[in-house]
């Protein structure tokens, strides 16, 4: 089970880190990665940290503002976003994967088998 927490309304620029805790499951053994789905959209690759060595891979988008880190002793995955924008806005998934393929596809949702609930990140300008 994963629960995602740290979500809220900030100002255009702001920073805010998510945090995403993991029962049932070691984080250190999965794939984890966080998504985001604003209002009307599909939802999309924010960036993944695999679980072997701790590799990260970043949507383009987020490239230089976001950072994925793994606290392996509170078994839990942090999303740390700076310089946040209004399009920054979205509910944020946190999601895990054992599927050893998944680094040739981090983006692809059908890839995780394990998502949390969603938090809100509201950027206001």
Partial sequence: Q????????????DSLSLSC?????????YTMAWFRQAPGKERR?????????????YAESVKGRFTISRDNAKNTVALQMN??????TA???C????????????SNTN????WGQGTQVTVSS
């Fill in 2 to 13: 994963l629960v995602e927490s740290g979500g809220g309304l900030v100002q255009v620029g």
């Fill in 21 to 29: 805790a993991a029962s049932g499951g070691t984080v250190s053994t």
């Fill in 45 to 57: 690759f924010v960036g993944a940290m695999l679980w072997s060595g701790g590799g990260t891979y």
């Fill in 83 to 88: 310089t946040l924008k209004p399009e920054d």
């Fill in 91 to 93: 509910v944020y998934y």
């Fill in 95 to 106: 999601a895990g994967s054992i599927d050893i393929g998944v680094w040739n596809q981090p």
């Fill in 111 to 114: 890839r995780y088998a394990y």
